[in-house]
């Protein structure tokens, strides 16, 4: 099964700063690519714990004793370390998005190139799915989706579209939502309006926002101190909630300062913001909108 290649492999990995005999995680497994490369810098005492709640990628499974993939969505990162007796780990690694491999296979409804069920779910047992927030959803709630993780400022037209359309017929594949939409797909930008249309979509679907706020409150409780995370974003509102974390351990306002009008958070940021290279990008494609930030627990 062909998920093609990492994203900022070296980097990420790197930023992890590897302890042979360290514990760690990597709550994005995919088609295990970070995975073998941490594993190839552990020692014979060194765990590795990968989450992925994508049943496809369990046929990714690494043959190791020092690795466990869990087929779980990673908002539930402590409990299922807990239920491995792991109360602390060295690193967790993040590559977010949706994967290449999720990308290709046409019925699972990510990509804007095939023909498909409304579909965009990254756990298919979960039951909204993109169909039903185009087809259940109210006229204020597309709005908000689309203008909120698309940040499409047609949002109030195009949901407004989609409702009068769908009382005449459900709108069941993306070459439908396509044609609903098609008076909003000016033919310059037509690519660059639907990959924000589905991206809003299938955030929603997958609630990618909520999930990644409940991973990253609870990174510090579960990090070593001087552990670290390694996280890629590629879309700015994952990487402003990441970076604000790491500056504030808040995701809005400032922390509160003490009297001597310091402020005490749980991660400090380590080296600067990673983008990859044109020499990745020019391999890779997927790789071009990706952010790394490293930090380390204090």
Same mark, same amino acid.
Do not use: W
């Given at each position: 099964?062909?998920?093609?290649? #990492?994203?900022?492999?070296?980097?990420?990995?790197?930023? @992890?700063?590897? +302890?042979?005999?360290?514990?760690?995680?990597? =709550?994005?497994?995919?088609?295990?690519?970070?995975?073998?490369?941490?594993?190839?810098?552990?020692?014979?005492?060194?765990?590795?714990?990968?989450?992925?709640?994508?049943?496809?990628? &369990?046929?990714?499974?690494?043959?190791?004793?020092?690795? =466990?993939?869990?087929?779980?969505?990673?908002?539930?990162?402590?409990?299922?370390?807990?239920?491995?007796?792991?109360?602390?780990?060295?690193?967790?690694? #993040?590559?977010?998005?949706?994967?290449?491999?999720?990308?290709?296979?046409?019925?699972?409804? /990510?990509?804007?190139?095939?023909?498909?069920?409304?579909?965009?779910?990254?756990?298919?047992?979960?039951? @909204?799915?993109?169909?039903?927030?185009?087809?259940?959803?109210?006229?204020?709630?597309?709005?908000?989706?689309?203008?909120?993780?698309?940040?499409?400022?047609?949002?109030?037209?195009?949901?407004?579209?989609?409702?009068?359309?769908?009382?005449?017929?459900?709108?069941?594949?993306?070459?439908?939502?396509?044609? =609903?939409?098609?008076? /909003? @797909?000016?033919? +310059?930008?037509?690519?660059?309006?639907? #990959?924000?249309?589905?991206?809003?979509?299938?955030?929603?679907?997958? +609630?990618?926002?909520?999930?990644?706020?409940?991973?990253?409150?609870?990174?510090?409780?579960? &990090?070593?101190?001087?552990?670290?995370?390694?996280?890629?974003?590629?879309?700015?509102?994952?990487?402003?909630? =990441?970076?604000?974390?790491?500056?504030?351990?808040?995701?809005?306002?400032?922390?509160?300062?003490?009297?001597?009008?310091?402020?005490?958070?749980?991660?400090?940021?380590?080296?600067?913001?990673?983008?990859?290279?044109?020499?990745?990008?020019?391999?890779?494609?997927?790789?071009?909108? #990706?952010? @790394?930030?490293?930090?380390?627990?204090?």
């Amino acid at each position: 099964m062909d998920y093609h290649n #990492a994203v900022l492999l070296k980097e990420t990995v790197d930023g @992890l700063d590897i +302890q042979p005999n360290g514990v760690y995680v990597d =709550v994005t497994f995919g088609g295990g690519g970070h995975s073998k490369e941490i594993l190839s810098r552990l020692g014979p005492k060194g765990k590795l714990y990968a989450f992925d709640q994508d049943k496809d990628a &369990l046929a990714n499974a690494i043959e190791d004793d020092r690795f =466990v993939l869990i087929n779980e969505n990673f908002r539930y990162i402590k409990r299922f370390l807990r239920f491995y007796g792991v109360k602390e780990v060295d690193g967790v690694l #993040a590559d977010f998005g949706v994967s290449s491999h999720q990308f290709d296979v046409a019925e699972r409804g /990510f990509s804007t190139r095939f023909e498909a069920d409304l579909d965009m779910r990254m756990n298919q047992d979960n039951k @909204l799915s993109a169909f039903e927030v185009v087809n259940n959803y109210s006229e204020e709630r597309i709005k908000n989706v689309l203008l909120q993780y698309g940040e499409l400022r047609q949002a109030p037209a195009m949901a407004r579209v989609i409702v009068a359309e769908r009382v005449k017929e459900e709108i069941k594949t993306s070459e439908q939502l396509k044609a =609903v939409l098609k008076p /909003f @797909l000016n033919h +310059q930008k037509e690519n660059k309006v639907l #990959a924000q249309i589905y991206q809003a979509i299938r955030i929603e679907v997958n +609630q990618e926002i909520e999930v990644l706020k409940e991973l990253l409150l609870q990174t510090p409780e579960i &990090l070593k101190k001087g552990g670290r995370l390694s996280f890629i974003s590629y879309h700015s509102l994952e990487d402003r909630l =990441v970076k604000r974390f790491i500056r504030n351990g808040l995701f809005e306002g400032e922390p509160e300062r003490d009297m001597f009008g310091n402020f005490e958070v749980p991660l400090k940021k380590v080296g600067k913001l990673i983008i990859p290279s044109q020499s990745e990008i020019k391999v890779n494609n997927r790789a071009r909108s #990706a952010k @790394l930030r490293v930090a380390e627990k204090i």
